[in-house]
């Protein structure tokens, strides 16, 4: 199973940065993913998650109404949205699978896979 994050950046405050992650060795409409964040000296925290049953969506209450979620099964492909971007989403954003539905942003020890990282940061 491999998870590959892409699409991060310098962004200033106020932009928007789209992030994708591809999934191959699974079959995505049987997994939830989820997209993580760790800034510098903090834990990792939940972002987003999408049950792909049926798509539900979830968010953490920090980004709710700024971020979206969606996939693209025939494209085994998860994207995170990120608009009205503030400095302190500054972090290593992940993404994660876990082969069960999760309605819910789930924890880190919930995943089943993870992916590589890609940095995002928002400064002027």
């Known amino acids: 199973v491999q998870l590959q994050a892409s699409g991060g950046g310098l962004v200033q405050p106020g932009g928007s940065l789209g992030l994708s992650c591809v999934v191959s060795?699974?079959?995505?409409?049987?997994?939830?993913i989820a997209w993580f964040r760790q800034a510098p000296g903090k834990e990792r925290e939940g972002v987003s998650c999408i049950a792909n049953s049926v798509g539900s969506e979830s968010y953490a209450d920090s980004v709710k109404g700024r971020f979206t979620i969606s996939r693209n099964n025939a494209k085994n492909t998860v994207y995170l949205q990120m608009n009205s971007l503030k400095p302190e989403d500054t972090a290593v954003y992940y993404c994660?699978?876990?082969?069960?539905?999760?309605?819910?942003?789930?924890?880190?020890?919930?995943?089943?896979?993870w992916g590589e990282g890609t940095q995002v940061t928002v400064s002027s």
């Open positions: 994660a699978a876990a082969a069960q539905y999760y309605y819910w942003v789930p924890t880190p020890q919930d995943m089943n896979y």
């Open positions: 060795g699974i079959t995505l409409e049987y997994y939830s």
